[in-house]
């Protein structure tokens, strides 16, 4: 089976062609500077072959016909016909309260994904138009949205709603979402797996990347999540503040002159890690210059892995427990140093980190002793793939 897989942004466009039964990626690639002038990287895994063109690319419809034009190309593509794609799959940002699980794409699925514009202003024009390229340039081919959002919709009340007047909620719908729910869903379920499918587990799931956000997941479903009505929320990340006192942008605002939407550009582009560094936003640049030395590349990470530590712990509080911690994404799969940081001083919650097996990057293993009461895992995510599963399912059943 093929799914393609698409993660559509405002000026670029990801692809993926995979089997979502074995997880094999045929074709994969980035389509960028769209509405510029337009780039495609395409690359085939199995050949190790990379293609880069300069191709026009105005609006989504040209970069999903140059995906389509090289997946069937003789030279470098891997398909004969578009009719070997059985469906397409697409991430989708914001689903609202209304979508809890991914959905078939059909008229009333896209009003929807409209209707969430307020909610995900960035992402979810983005994503409909991926979707409205894919049905002109494959028109009848079943479509399937997957939510970032739809993994968090179990959140109990206490966990979603924010301590404001209330008809800032029955109105506006001004709530915690979260995001990254498809690779906190992905990684929580493989987790379950791993552990003897025992379904009753405490687990919190660190996804630290470039975004970063946890959840605390109890019987497979989520409890709570440290992002909230937009992805700003939670712990620092690469170039966003996460948690802020809403005094502090009242503040840089007046100092400045600065408008609100300007001020929020600020928070989620030139701050996070970025800013406290003054380096980059990348964790290996930070890593690299706090081992020479740097001291504000040290305080960075010291303030990130603190964060994550108090979301643990008050996730450990919430959940009334903790069986699992995971540790997924760039940083998370990769950086033994800041997953060492994380957890030094969790002891009293049991949580005990083999410093040898905590050396491993980006494969799947247990890096807690035998005897820590806590099972601390590294799970590499795969977004991706869970997307392409739920599309084969949904199809499956049309
Ligand atoms: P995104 O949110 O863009 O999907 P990723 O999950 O790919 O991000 O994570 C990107 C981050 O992971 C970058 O900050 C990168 O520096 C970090 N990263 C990747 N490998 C390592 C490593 N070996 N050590 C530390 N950080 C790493």
């Not at 993660?7 to 692809?15: D, F, I, P, R």
């Not at 957890?343 to 990057?361: Q, S, T």
Request: proline share 4%; charged share 25%.
């Amino acid at each position: 089976m093929n799914i393609l897989v698409i993660n559509a942004g405002s000026s670029s466009l990801k692809y993926q062609l995979m089997d979502p039964n074995t997880g094999d990626v045929t074709a994969k690639g980035l389509c960028e500077r769209i509405g510029l002038d337009g780039r495609l990287t395409h690359k085939v895994p199995a050949t190790d072959k990379k293609v880069e063109k300069d191709i026009p690319m105005p609006t989504h419809k040209e970069a999903i016909e140059a995906v389509m034009a090289i997946l069937v190309d003789p030279v470098d593509g891997v398909i004969k016909t578009v009719d070997e794609i059985d469906a397409v799959g697409h991430r989708v940002l914001h689903g609202g309260v209304k979508f809890v699980e991914s959905c078939l794409v059909d008229e009333a699925c896209k009003q929807a994904i409209r209707d969430c514009i307020p909610l995900g202003p960035l992402h979810n024009p983005a994503n409909l138009m991926g979707i409205e390229a894919c049905e002109k340039a494959m028109p009848g081919k079943p479509q399937v949205a997957v939510f970032d959002t739809a993994f968090h919709m179990t959140m109990p009340p206490k966990a979603y709603r924010y301590a404001i007047p209330t008809k800032y909620y029955t109105e506006d719908h001004l709530r915690r979402y979260g995001f990254h729910g498809t690779s906190h869903r992905f990684v929580s379920k493989r987790c379950i797996e791993l552990m003897d499918g025992n379904k009753d587990l405490k687990i919190v799931v660190c996804h630290l990347g470039n975004g970063s956000s946890l959840s605390a997941v109890k019987d497979g479903k989520c409890q709570d999540t440290s992002m909230g009505l937009s992805p700003l929320a939670g712990v620092p990340m690469g170039t966003r503040s996460g948690d802020i006192d809403a005094c502090v942008a009242q503040y840089i605002m007046n100092k400045e002159g600065m408008s609100a939407d300007d001020c929020l550009n600020m928070l989620n582009k030139k701050s996070g890690v970025l800013a406290l560094s003054g380096v980059s936003s990348d964790f290996r640049d930070i890593e690299t210059e706090a081992n020479k030395g740097n001291e504000d590349c040290a305080l960075a990470l010291e303030k990130f892995a603190y964060e994550v530590k108090k979301y643990i712990g008050s996730y450990s509080a919430a959940l009334g427990g903790l069986d699992c911690l995971v540790f997924t994404a760039g940083v998370g799969e990769n950086s033994g140093t800041m997953r060492a940081s994380i957890c030094e001083g969790l002891e009293y919650l049991g949580v005990k980190i083999d410093a040898e097996k905590n050396n491993m990057r980006g494969e799947e293993a247990i890096i807690s002793t035998p005897d820590s009461k806590v099972t601390v895992w590294v799970i590499p995510t795969n977004e991706e793939l869970m997307i392409a599963q739920d599309t084969a399912e949904i199809v499956g059943k049309l």
